[in-house]
């Protein structure tokens, strides 16, 4: 494809904790764009200190998209974001030449860049059926049937995420088909060219930057908004990390200092998996957050 001013979508992803929301608002602001959040829990108006959504200083520089919009008890997924996003994108285009798109969510950046495949929605009632099923006699029987009906697919998810194993066994269920059947994974046509960058820091500095913040969210008030959430746990919104270790110290199962060691913990086992994901894409330029320039360099000449 020619290179073209027109409909190009910037995209800023990385680990958790490396700076992206700001570096995406000063790429923003020097593109004259808005910023499309691709983060599968800032959706939810509910979570702000845990899950680090922007400040209301930093929504008052540069307009966000997708960002505290819907409430926990709200059901979402990744199909109706990809169609939001790309009727917003459709309208943003025929008047502004870019979009910035950041996230760590690497599932939410894909649905809109490559498209995601047409998979029925969620039943409400299989799915209470098997998140009681789950619920009463743990993972194991679910991993179970997930092989019987889809040994492809079981060999390939991560068997410790039950969300995943739920999802597939839901459309192995409703549809009579194996979930990776239905999964195509072909790239559909869009109408916009992405360019992305990816951000990253030596692992060390990472780490501490992550142990950093949970600190600071802790004196920021996490516990309180956590306490606030109780009534609400068992939502899927809520399956997060810094509310489950706290909902724990909650229930009397860990002290508060255990807590805060394992939500640095996971935190650091997310990023690890976050970069894995998204080092496995070859089109993503890689810079240290620090490098604002030269990825504004690199941006200006792709376009």
Known sequence: MEKSLKNILVVICGPTAVGKTKVSIQIAKALQSEIISADSRQIYKELKIGVASPSAEELMVVHHHFAGHLSVHEYYNISRFEQEVILWLDSWFREHPIAVMTGGSGLYIDAVCKGIDDLPDADPELRNELKNNFKKDGIEPLKLK???????????????????????????????????????????????????????????????????????????????????????????????????????????????????????????????????????????????????DKILDLIRSEC
């Open 146 to 292: 997930l092989k019987t009906l889809d040994p492809d697919y079981y060999g390939k998810v991560d068997l410790n995420n039950p969300n995943r194993i739920l999802r597939a066994l839901e459309v192995c269920i409703i549809t009579g088909k194996s979930y990776s059947a239905l999964r195509k994974n072909q790239a559909k046509t869009r109408s916009f060219r992405t360019i992305k960058i990816g951000l990253n820091l030596p692992r060390e500095e990472l780490y501490k930057r992550i142990e950093d913040r949970v600190d600071l969210m802790m004196s920021q008030g996490l516990l309180q908004e956590v306490k606030g959430l109780q009534p609400y746990r068992d939502l899927n919104a809520l399956n997060t990390v810094g509310y489950k270790e706290l909902f724990d110290f909650l229930d009397e199962r860990i002290t508060l200092k255990e807590a805060i060691v394992q939500i640095k913990t996971s935190t650091k086992r997310y990023a690890k998996r976050q970069l894995t994901w998204f080092k496995k894409d070859p089109a993503i330029h890689w810079f240290h957050p620090d490098e604002t």
